[in-house]
């Protein structure tokens, strides 16, 4: 089984650029939380078709943002966007819709910079892993939407690089309500697909269980998933940990193949890096705490013993101390 080599087609390759179009002066602005690899790529994308995006974060992250910019390489379009990124300190009006994509470990204390009086009644849509998003939505009064990004970025030096094909955007919500509503109309020039999947909890086991995984895996190996697929103890190692993975998932959901699970792994960009071990380099701790916290929680409501999984917890926690 190989890895998917992306392969352009005539019309592809011949496909004229996106152009930027000019920023509405009209109706309330987008605003993003967090300076995180996903909400970069959203602002660009989303200001290159023409949307006025807000980005909140830090007084040293705004300034990187609003000097320098942000530069999006895609894979896919074989193009470079760049834009300059308008940025505050806090929310200074009712936002059209307001994107949580702030590491989860700087999420409740961003949201101080998020007005109940401001916020209103406009929709609230949050990346941010976390196993409960709840008290966002204690915080802000208003229901929070989940939301996964489908797709494969990594950021180094202002410099967002999407890796693969298209990426898509799962929605916890019908199609009807003002936030897919609100989503769709500010994707329709990006070039970001939109889905829905009005049950959260199959669209967050969905996703975890691919990112826990190989997260952990590589992690632990120090090796990217295309190397691990090549090499045949740690392909062993990966099937046995998707089995672990599976194994803790709610009974209330349909059961998850890992043997599907594992041709998704195979479609991931072969260039692509799950961004944890070099979490781990920096210190940064809320990726490994989230995926550790879900992993204990599930295993004792399903009284699973997970000895693979146990191993590589261990040894991520322990490259932890060592870095200290």
Not at 6 to 13: F, N, P, V, Y
């Amino acid at each position: 089984m190989l890895f998917r080599k992306i392969t352009l087609s005539d019309k592809e390759k011949n496909e004229t650029p996106l152009q930027s179009q000019p920023i509405s002066a009209e109706g309330a602005p987008v605003y993003i939380l967090g300076d995180t690899a996903l909400a970069c790529f959203l602002a660009v994308k989303l200001i290159t078709a023409g949307h006025r995006v807000i980005v909140l974060a830090g007084p040293k992250e705004n300034t990187s943002l609003s000097t320098n910019g942000i530069t999006v390489k895609e894979d896919y379009q074989l193009q470079k966007l760049h834009s300059k990124i308008e940025t505050a300190l806090w929310l200074k009006e009712t936002p059209e819709l307001l994107i949580i994509a702030s590491r989860s470990s700087r999420t409740k204390a961003m949201l101080t910079a998020v007005s109940k009086n401001k916020i209103k009644n406009c929709p609230v849509i949050s990346f941010t892993r976390m196993k409960d998003k709840n008290f966002i939505s204690d915080i802000l009064g208003i229901p929070v939407i989940s939301a996964y990004f489908e797709g494969w970025l990594s950021d180094k030096n202002q410099i967002v690089t999407a890796y693969g094909r298209n990426p898509e955007i799962i929605l916890c919500a019908e199609t009807g309500s003002a936030a897919y509503q609100t989503m769709e109309k500010l994707l329709a020039d990006t070039r970001i697909g939109l889905r829905t999947n009005s049950l959260p909890l199959q669209a967050f086991w969905n996703s975890f269980t691919v990112y826990a995984p190989c997260s952990l895996l590589s992690a632990a190996s120090g090796k990217s998933i295309f190397d691990i697929t090549k090499n045949k103890e740690l392909r062993e190692q990966l099937q046995t940990l998707l089995k672990e993975i599976v194994s803790i998932t709610p009974r209330v959901l349909p059961p998850f193949d890992a043997d599907e699970l594992l041709k998704r792994i195979f479609n991931i960009p072969s260039s692509y890096n799950f961004p944890l071990a070099e979490q781990i380099r920096l210190h940064q701790t809320g990726d490994i705490d989230f995926i550790s916290s879900v992993i204990q929680e599930a295993s004792f409501q399903n009284k699973c013993t997970l000895p693979l999984t146990g191993l590589l917890l261990k040894s991520i926690y322990e490259q932890i101390i060592e870095r200290k």
